[in-house]
């Protein structure tokens, strides 16, 4: 597989356009129903770009990187040339949720990795997932991804529906944590860049470690109660935010305390 047609303007679509037309691969259309994001996806890719399904270019694989709730409208609508591969780039979506079409040939490809309009990334450090019902399809669906990505896994739905649930709990919460406490500092007239040097060493010791719970520390690893009751008395103000404070410490203690017992 050579020819390549992205099918949305979204941001994994806007990072998968840059990695495919750097690879050597032919990106050869941008199918997008929003004009003006799919001129841009287009132009950073340098390819041609249609709202027109009935001017959908010819290919071997069409990628659909469009919402979890779209895709199997977009696979359904779209005319898909006889024998070519229908892929999409979800990681809680099922594969047959891809309409089981005797003309096309269905896969999942999933790289896990956020994604964020205008920030282009290393595509090649990003895990990529496959997944296909097609057992004569699995070479070549490897041999395309690994074109874009070094380190390419194949996983069934059940599986990849974890990684994803991992990766929501791994960088979305972890980001919204990173905004929360923007919010309490910004409350203490202070800027949020005091506390980004302690944001890159807790990631760095975590990517440095065999797991995340070996460099666990504050007050809820340590079981200080008289810490954490002073911590919530600060958010007496916000009864949602103390509550999400109390789960999480008491998630530490139970996750570091069984962590502990396992490496006795």
């Given at each position: 597989?050579?020819?390549?047609v992205?099918?949305?303007?979204?941001?994994?679509?806007?990072?998968l356009?840059?990695?495919?037309?750097?690879?050597?691969?032919?990106?050869?259309?941008?199918?997008?129903?929003?004009?003006?994001r799919?001129?841009?996806?287009?132009?950073?890719a340098?390819t041609?770009?249609?709202?027109?399904?009935?001017?959908?270019?010819?290919?071997?694989?069409?990628?659909?990187?469009?919402?979890?709730?779209a895709?199997?409208?977009?696979?359904?609508?779209?005319?898909?040339?006889?024998?070519?591969?229908?892929?999409?780039?979800?990681?809680s979506?099922?594969?047959?949720?891809l309409?089981?079409?005797?003309?096309?040939?269905?896969?999942?490809?999933?790289?896990?990795?956020?994604?964020?309009?205008?920030?282009e990334?290393?595509?090649?450090?990003?895990?990529?997932?496959?997944?296909?019902?097609?057992?004569?399809?699995?070479?070549?669906?490897?041999?395309?991804?690994?074109?874009?990505?070094?380190?390419?896994?194949?996983?069934?739905?059940?599986?990849?529906a974890?990684?994803?649930l991992?990766?929501?709990?791994?960088?979305?919460?972890?980001?919204?944590?990173?905004?929360?406490?923007?919010?309490i500092?910004?409350?203490?007239?202070l800027?949020?860049?005091?506390?980004?040097?302690?944001?890159a060493?807790t990631?760095?010791?975590?990517?440095?470690?065999?797991?995340p719970?070996d460099?666990?520390?504050?007050?809820?690893?340590?079981?200080?109660?008289?810490?954490?009751?002073?911590?919530?008395?600060?958010?007496?103000?916000?009864?949602?935010?103390?509550?999400?404070y109390s789960?999480?410490?008491n998630?530490?203690?139970?996750?570091?305390?069984?962590?502990?017992?396992?490496?006795?």
């Amino acid at each position: 597989m050579e020819r390549a047609v992205i099918i949305g303007s979204g941001n994994l679509a806007e990072a998968l356009a840059r990695a495919v037309a750097k690879s050597g691969l032919k990106l050869v259309q941008i199918f997008a129903r929003n004009a003006a994001r799919g001129q841009q996806v287009a132009a950073l890719a340098a390819t041609q770009w249609t709202s027109d399904p009935a001017r959908l270019a010819e290919a071997d694989i069409y990628l659909i990187a469009v919402s979890d709730r779209a895709v199997a409208e977009a696979a359904a609508s779209l005319p898909i040339p006889a024998g070519a591969v229908v892929a999409h780039t979800a990681g809680s979506v099922p594969l047959e949720a891809l309409p089981d079409r005797p003309t096309t040939r269905r896969a999942v490809f999933y790289p896990l990795q956020t994604f964020t309009k205008g920030r282009e990334v290393d595509f090649s450090q990003i895990p990529v997932f496959l997944e296909t019902d097609d057992e004569a399809l699995r070479p070549e669906l490897e041999a395309f991804a690994r074109r874009l990505s070094r380190t390419v896994i194949w996983a069934d739905s059940a599986c990849r529906a974890k990684a994803h649930l991992a990766a929501v709990f791994a960088c979305n919460f972890v980001n919204h944590m990173y905004a929360v406490g923007e919010g309490i500092v910004r409350s203490a007239g202070l800027p949020f860049d005091v506390l980004k040097p302690l944001l890159a060493e807790t990631a760095a010791k975590a990517l440095d470690a065999a797991s995340p719970a070996d460099v666990q520390t504050g007050p809820a690893v340590r079981n200080d109660t008289g810490t954490r009751a002073r911590h919530c008395a600060l958010l007496d103000d916000d009864l949602q935010l103390k509550n999400i404070y109390s789960i999480i410490s008491n998630s530490i203690w139970a996750v570091s305390y069984t962590h502990l017992r396992a490496h006795e």
